[in-house]
DNA sequence: TATTGTTATACTCTATAACTATA
DNA sequence: TATAGTTATAGAGTATAACAATA
């Protein structure tokens, strides 16, 4: 079988093993996130950003604000009020004015943003369980672990420079 | 330790295990490419993909030509002749006519390019080993191993759509 | 006809910074 | 003063498609 040139193909022989784990890592992601976002616009005619603002309302039934959006999600404010503009349009969420801070607003699926969601949901479970399915559970269990401690180190180093 | 709220966060108690996997890979994978990015563009005023190209050039001596790069890079065409353009215009890279084709040309890092290229390589090694090295050795010999398996079947399924 | 590379264009995603309203 | 969110803008990154030159 002929290796598939990808962007791990820029690591040399004689670079350094950290090296070659991240190129792969990246690889892999892209992969997937290039593979996931072509079936959302495909197949959802959404991207995602929106799917993950939806997922993250999904989980928060009480709401939330778009701080907390632009937290959990990473990017900045002004992006989440863009999505958000969208999404409301759509009739996929809601904006509620907060009584006790009135520069806030809560964010909320509504009932067609649920039974949207709910779908995209379904089809984004069976594409990842498709492509992560071939890896032994061991092997998946392994990742998860490991994931976990590189994520931890990543972040802990983010907080020493802030 | 408070958590960070990050991209995670919307796995839901009830989702599959292989949906948690994809969002901590995925996480992992922003986290540590943000990093990249900004200290390319502050360290070096520079950004992931000319960095890309210039490290395929770099495992080529005798160049590569448009057409290949493209494929390593997984991106289309017209994208690196903008790259190609810019790098170009810096003196980092020339393109020589191929005389056997004269549609296209083979693409090469200038003695300019490969110093610049080599100061880059090397601050970017100490990053990345900075963020795995706080692995251990046999963590990062696992999770090249699975990414290994994960991608090979990945790249099967794009093969069989096409 | 098919392929290589270029050009033009459009859209998504993101950050920055200035701003408004409220705390 | 500080914070929540909005607006405006600029740039990276990407894909698509029409095109020219060559095979």
Redesign the interface.
Known sequence: MIP???????A?PD????????L??????????S?VRSRLRNEFDTTLPRF?LM??L??APAGMRMG?LS????VTNGNITGITDQLEKEGLVVRTKIETDRRSSLIQLTPLGRKSFAKMARA??TW????????P?S??????K??????L???A??HDKA
């Open positions: 598939m040139p990808d962007l791990e193909s820029r040399a670079d350094h093993q950290d090296l070659r784990v991240w792969r890592l990246l690889t892999c992601c892209n992969l997937i996130e593979d993950d997922a993250q999904q989980r907390e937290r959990h999600m990473m984004h479970e990842i369980k498709n492509m992560f399915g071939a890896l559970e092997s998946r269990d392994a990742l998860f490991v994931l976990g401690e590189l994520k180190h990543v972040v180093d983010r």
